[in-house]
């Protein structure tokens, strides 16, 4: 097992978890219509469904909690945040929104018009359904890179930027709204964007004077690697990282459930003031007032606090190696995985794990599914349920190119033992991968159908 840096924090609180016996679990997914967004919390012993939300705040950030100001207008906790949000982000204008979704829905309400084309190195898919909402396209234009699973290219998460010049010559700057680079590229693996890559789109955005936008949720996951590979800023500060990031930027969404460190918050900031009157007015339409936007006082301190905290070089390098441990622990047990591994998640590649189960039978669900069986994991699919769709034209289905299952990890929350049952759970679904069937959609929402779809084996086959 490769050596671990130990972790530079210590742990205060601790809360119990619990794994059912291999019956109780069995009937908790059926009853959840197989699906892990269905299950209750409390029924999980170890929970990498997302990052997002799930972090260990820090003693100074429950201390900070103590001194929220709960004035409907201008409380303190405004303009510590506004301070943080200066200082780290060199940006003058934002407001707060209760989470990355109600930044998006903001702006993109206030920027779109049906018909637009809102280009991103890869949306999210709150991002792609904020923006569909207004009846406009969200583009993805990644790096070729990004689809071999196995090369260790450095920056996956990188925008095409030759695409990226010929659209938006082809299609016109007035049918584009905003271009949008994500970091670190969640639904790409959480792969980074290197900084000649972010400088290279917002140079195309400038030139035709497109405002570019950082969807910024992992931002200082994404500033540590460009520190660790990219060439000329190994002995550069991660402050000094971000503020040339930043540099080359006209606004960002933030979910701070992510690198703000936070249990919930979020902000939209732009350096526009005419656009931050816009986005301001209808902030308080859907959110709030201007200084409190959807959020506590204490919300706001905590992640002022947060937006600071993860900013530390011991915090990211124990948040990289953590990772790794994991990634390299599933390898070990040869379990298929996207290389080289981000910092908030692993992926394994589901299409490489149970290569018997056909896409239009949800490989990745079987995975993620098998996760709980049998070891009361929950991680969540990235690929055919989350993204397949009919073609609009032709009716045919359309499979996303990647058929992946996350494992993502809560920030400061779980242990190396812990890590080590997960890669062991992963490993014994290689181990039994013949035996294993797919899935089939019994019910499903038409927009983010995963997070409430039910499903259920296919015995035999699906089509029967
Ligand atoms: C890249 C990216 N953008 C936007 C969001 C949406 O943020 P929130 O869940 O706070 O609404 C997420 C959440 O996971 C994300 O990973």
């Known amino acids: 097992m490769p050596r671990t840096p130990p972790e530079?924090?210590?742990?205060?609180?601790?809360?119990?978890?619990?794994?059912?016996?291999?019956?109780?679990?069995?009937?908790?997914?059926?009853?959840?219509?197989?699906?892990?967004?269905?299950l209750s919390a409390e029924d999980v012993f170890i929970d990498l469904l997302t990052d997002s939300g799930t972090t260990a705040?820090?003693?100074?950030q429950w201390g900070g909690l103590m001194m929220g100001?709960?004035?409907?207008a201008q409380c303190r906790n405004y303009f510590n945040l506004a301070d943080s949000i200066r200082d780290v982000f060199g940006f003058e204008h934002f407001v707060p929104t209760h989470q990355g979704r109600a930044a998006e829905n903001v702006l993109f309400s206030t920027i779109c018009k049906p018909g637009d084309i809102v280009i991103n190195n890869m949306h999210f898919d709150t991002t792609r359904a904020n923006v569909?909402?207004?009846?406009?396209?969200a583009r993805n234009l990644p790096a070729p890179e990004l689809f071999d699973l196995e090369s260790d290219h450095p920056f996956k998460g990188n925008m095409d930027v030759d695409k990226l010049r010929q659209t938006v010559e082809y299609v016109g700057a007035g049918h584009i709204p905003a271009i949008f680079v994500t970091i670190t590229n969640n639904s790409g693996g959480g792969q980074p964007v290197s900084m000649a890559n972010i400088r290279e789109s917002s140079i195309v955005a400038r030139e035709h004077k497109i405002p570019i936008f950082f969807d910024a949720c992992r931002f200082a996951e994404n500033a540590w690697f460009i520190k660790l590979r990219e060439e000329g800023y190994a002995d550069k500060s991660i402050q000094d990282i971000v503020t040339e990031m930043f540099s080359y930027v006209d606004g960002a969404t933030m979910s701070a459930k992510k690198d703000g460190m936070v249990n919930i918050g979020g902000f939209l900031a732009v350096r526009d003031p005419k656009l931050f009157e816009r986005v301001a007015q209808k902030l308080i339409l859907v959110e709030g007032f201007p200084s409190y936007g959807g959020l506590a006082g204490r919300?706001?301190?905590?992640m002022a606090i947060g937006l600071r905290e993860v900013l530390d070089e011991d915090y990211l390098s124990y948040r990289y190696h953590h990772t790794k441990f994991l990634a390299d622990a599933l390898q070990e047990r040869g379990v298929p995985i996207m290389t080289p591994t981000g910092a908030h998640a692993v992926y394994v590649d589901a299409k490489r794990a149970l290569p018997n189960i056909p896409r239009e039978e949800f490989p990745g669900q079987a995975f993620t599914v098998e996760m709980y069986l049998r070891g009361g994991v929950r991680v969540v699919e990235i690929g055919s349920l989350m993204f397949a769709a009919p073609d609009p034209g032709t009716g045919e289905m359309k499979f996303p190119e990647m058929e992946l299952v996350r494992?993502?990890?809560?920030?400061?929350?779980?242990?190396?033992?812990?890590?080590?049952?997960v890669a062991d759970t992963a490993g014994e679904i290689l181990e039994h991968a013949d035996e294993l069937g797919g899935y089939r959609i019994i019910s499903a929402p038409k927009v983010l159908r995963h997070f409430t779809a039910q499903l259920e084996p296919c015995i035999g086959s699906c089509d029967s």
């Open 8 to 38: 530079m924090f210590r742990i205060k609180v601790v809360e119990p978890i619990r794994l059912h016996p291999p019956e109780v679990r069995e009937s908790k997914i059926k009853e959840a219509g197989y699906n892990v967004f269905r």
């Open 132 to 137: 569909e909402a207004q009846g406009a396209e």
């Open 407 to 421: 494992l993502a990890l809560p920030r400061r929350v779980y242990t190396i033992s812990q890590l080590e049952f």
């Open 299 to 302: 919300d706001l301190e905590a």
């Open 57 to 60: 705040m820090s003693a100074k």
């Open 69 to 72: 100001d709960e004035s409907y």
